[in-house]
C-alpha cells in the first residue's frame, strides 16, 4: 500500500503577546511563538499503551506505556497532559506529556468508561458505568474527585458540548441521556430512548451553542436525531447503508452495529462507524442528505478528525490499526498499525517542542520492535493447542481458563472442532497479556504451571503442568515470547 502524506495539515501557530507599559522599555525580546501541532491519540482497549500519532507524517511518534484496559483519553487544552481512564484500578491516570509517565491516578466512585474535559481544563467529566451510575467530575488542579453526579443508570459514555456549557452522559443500561450543567454540575434533563444510548456527537448553532445531538443505540445501524432546545426526539431515525449478508460481520457487534461518529470541526459532516460493514459513512450538514462511505478495517470503533478536516482517523478494533480517511476524496489514505482492539481514538493539540521529546525518547525502531515482537501463526500453530492438550493426572488448561479467570481462553468449540480465527485472535490477545515479550522467566503464563524447584511459582490454583524448563511444551511457549517467527 501506498502511504500518501496529508498536505495540507496546518501546524498551528499561537503568537505571544507581549503587553507593553508606556514608558517602560521591554526588559526581554518577544518569546518565538510558541508552535503547536495536532496528535492523534490512540487507545488500544485489549492492551496497556495508547499511540500517538503524527498526522502530518501519519507514523506513531511516542508510546503511553503501562496503563492496562485503558478505555477513555482526552487531552489538556494546552498540552501538557493526558488523562486516560483506567478500567483495572478504577482510576482517571493522568499522563505528563513531556515525559509520557503517569504522574497521578485519581480513584474514582466506580468502573470508569470514556472521560470528556471542559474546554478550559479544569474539570474531566468521566463516565462511571458500574451500578448506580454516575458522571465523576475531577478537578484538574487539586487532582480530586470533587463530585458524583448521579444518573439513571451506568454511563458509558460523557461528552462535553462544543460550547462547553452542558456534560452529556448516555446510559446503555438506563437507556437514557442526561445533560448536565457544567456550571452548577447538577442534572438539567434526562432523556429516554426505547435502546441504550450509545456514542453521540453534537451539532452547534451559528452562535456555538447545541442545536441537535445525534445518537446511536444498541442494536440500531444507524441514528436518531434530538432538539437540544426543545429536550425531544424529532424527525425519523436514519438509517446507514446495508450490504449484502455475505459482506456482514455479525459477530462480536457487541450489541452496537453502528458505533462511533462525529461532526467534523468545520460543522460541515457528519462521520458514523460501521461495524457490519467495515466502513464509515457521511452526511452533510445541516440536512443529513448521504454523501458516501469508505471501506476501513474491520470492527471500526470510534473516530475523530484531523483539526482542518481534511482526514478522518478511524479505530479499527478488529483489525488493530488506524485507518486515515480523505473527508473530500473519500478515500483511505492509509492503514497505521497500532496496538491491541484499538478503539477510543482522540484528537489532542500539543507543543512541538513536547512532541521532539518524545521522538528522542522513544525512537520508532524501539516501538515497531516490540510491538512485532509475538507472532500469531507461531501462537496459533505451537502455543495455542497445549492449551487444550490433555496431560497426565492434570486438567487441561482451557477447562478451567475459559471462565472467571482473569487469563481468559474463549469457550472450548464442541469436541472434534477447534476455535476459529476470531477466537483465536481473542486466545492470542489474552495470552500476550500473560507475558513479559522477550522474557520467558518474567511470563505468568510460563511460571504459574511450572515446578517452583524448576523455577516456577510457588502456588498456581490449576496445578503444577511442567515439572522442568525442557519441557517442549515450555520450550515452545518460551519461543513465542522471545519473539520467534515461523
Ligand atoms: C483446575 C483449574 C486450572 C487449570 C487446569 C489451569 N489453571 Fe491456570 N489458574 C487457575 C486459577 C483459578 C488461577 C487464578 C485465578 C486467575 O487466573 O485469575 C490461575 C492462574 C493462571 C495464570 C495467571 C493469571 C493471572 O492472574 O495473571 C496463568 C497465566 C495460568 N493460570 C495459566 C495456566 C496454564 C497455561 C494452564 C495449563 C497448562 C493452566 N493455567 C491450567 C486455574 C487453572
Redesign the pocket.
Known sequence: MTVRTPRSLRRLAVGVVIASVAGVAPLALPSPAHAQTPIIVQTNAAGDNIHLIDPSTNTIVGEISGIEVNHGATSAPDGSRFYITNEVDHTLDVVDARTLEITHQVPLSGRPNNVAIRADGRRVYVAIVSAPGAVDVIDTRSMELVKSVRTAGGVHNTFITPDSKHVVAGSIAGRNLTVIDAETEEALWTLFFDAGVRPLSFETNPNGSTRRVFVQLSDFHGFAIVDFEERREVGGRIELPELPEAEQHTEFLQGSPSHGQGVTPDGTMLWLCSKVNSYVYAYSLPDLKYVGGVHVGSHPDWLTFSPDSRYVYVANAGSNSTSVVDTQTLEEVVQIPVGQVPKRVVTAIVPDVTVAGWNAAAPGSRLSSTRDALDFDFFQKEVQP??VRK?EG????V???ST?????LQPLPPEGATWNPEQTRRNFQTARR?VAPGDPDAS??L???LAEDAGGNSF????K??TSKTDP?WQAIATWIRGSRH
Open positions: 497445549i492449551f496431560r492434570a486438567a487441561r488448561c477447562v478451567c481458563h472467571r479467570t482473569a487469563f481468559r500473560m505468568r503464563l511460571l504459574l504451571p498456581h490454583p490449576g496445578g503442568h511442567w511444551e
